[in-house]
């Protein structure tokens, strides 16, 4: 059992007028085989939540602990959080130019696991799971995110998911830019790796959508750098119906 724990987590980031805070004291906890939802409106910290749990250098940790399994990951640098089995599936994947998809999968697996996979099961693994995302075998051969539309994007970031199979898996918003066939394709992808690893999942999303092919387990609703309100699947369908104005007008 993995345990994620996020404890009174503060976050500022530099700006043009000087340091901003974006999150103000955020507490979660994910474990083996939960779905957690983040949802809220624009500007509200999801994005920064995920990135400060990977490690990106733009933001500065203030004061609190991400531990994982009892160690804190903010002591580590970025490589190191994903061999401690933090993925990071990322809103705007970056281009690789000169790095094939196959030669970049095997590289993070061998650097995960501190040892390169079988060739002959590798190439199993890989050609199934890439079959299952319907993705062309051609795909391998292309330049990491390099001309690829959003739904192929997202599509290697699930592939990458289910390949180097990680403890937690922060999703941040997956299904923007995605049609429903890919939404769907996506989505049964973040379902097949829960059950073979029973992954953890950090699942940041603006809408419902995505949660009627993804069941979370706790939704959590994002206001001004903290989380205003938790619940279950409920909670996600009532933001549907009503949206967050009403957090926005208590805020006020």
């Known amino acids: 059992m993995t345990t994620l724990e996020i404890k009174d987590l503060h ?16 507490n979660l906890t994910i474990r083996s085989g939960e779905t957690h939802a983040i949802m809220g409106p624009n500007g509200s910290g999801k994005s920064t939540l995920a990135y400060s749990i990977a490690g990106h250098p733009k933001y500065t940790i203030t004061s609190g602990e991400v531990l994982l399994d009892g160690e804190n990951v903010l002591d580590m640098e970025v490589d190191e959080r994903a061999r401690a089995g933090i993925f990071l599936a990322m809103q705007y994947p970056v281009e690789v130019p000169g790095v094939t998809v196959s030669n970049f999968l095997r590289t993070a697996k061998t650097a995960i696991d501190g040892e390169a996979p079988k060739l002959r099961t590798w190439v199993k693994d890989v050609k199934s799971a890439m079959e ?12 990491v995110n390099e ?17 180097l199979q990680p403890k937690i898996a922060v999703l941040d918003e997956t299904d923007s830019g ?3 066939d890919a939404l769907r394709i996506v989505s049964e992808g973040v379902n097949r790796a829960k059950e073979t690893s029973e992954v953890g999942v ?13 069941k979370p387990d706790f939704v959590h609703v994002f206001v001004d750098g903290k989380v205003a309100e938790e619940g279950g699947p409920e909670l996600a369908e009532r933001l549907e119906a009503e949206g967050y104005d009403r957090y926005l007008t208590a805020k006020a």
Do not use: C, W
């Open 147 to 163: 001309g690829f539309s959003g739904g192929e994007k997202k599509r290697h970031e699930i592939l990458q998911m289910e390949l």
């Open 11 to 26: 976050v500022s980031v530099d700006t043009e007028h000087g340091e901003k805070e974006i999150l103000k004291g955020v």
């Open 202 to 214: 950090l699942l940041i999303t603006h809408y419902t959508r995505i949660l009627n092919y993804i």
């Open 178 to 180: 995605l049609d429903v």
């Open 132 to 143: 299952n995302l319907r993705m062309d075998p051609a795909f391998a051969e292309r330049n």
